[in-house]
């Protein structure tokens, strides 16, 4: 005899989140991100460089680095960082991967309920 199961849809509906717990919940990431680089046993002075170099592709991007697409990463640094030295360009790059690598493992699930975008480290590279 076959019995019927009930099957509930995994995507859960959830009201858009406003502005302000978005960016609750970004300053919210950065601070583990911090502190995840902290337990890792980076020191301050890494920490706030990579912290520094997200703060200035944040403030390029305008809004929370998660929404950031391969092109927006080719345009800043194809363009904006084009006449940098390349240790900068370098070092903000892997302080930007990083962050991807940390959002994929700690918060996707997260970033994806609360606007439906999902991040992934492989987007960037």
Partial sequence: ??????????????????????????TDVLAGFVLARASAGLTDGTIRGD????????????????????ADAD??????????PSGTRLARSQALSTYFLFLELRHKVEIHRMTGR??????TR
Avoid at 75 to 84: D, K, Q
């Fill in 51 to 70: 912290v520094g170099h997200l703060e200035q592709v944040r403030t390029w991007f305008g809004q929370p680095l998660w929404g950031m697409e391969p």
């Fill in 1 to 26: 005899m076959s019995a019927l199961a009930v099957v509930r849809d995994l995507r859960e509906y959830r009201d858009p989140v406003s502005a302000e717990e978005l960016e609750r919940f970004e």
């Fill in 118 to 123: 999902v991040s992934s480290a492989r987007s």
């Fill in 75 to 84: 345009a800043y640094f194809g363009r904006v960082l084009r006449g940098s």
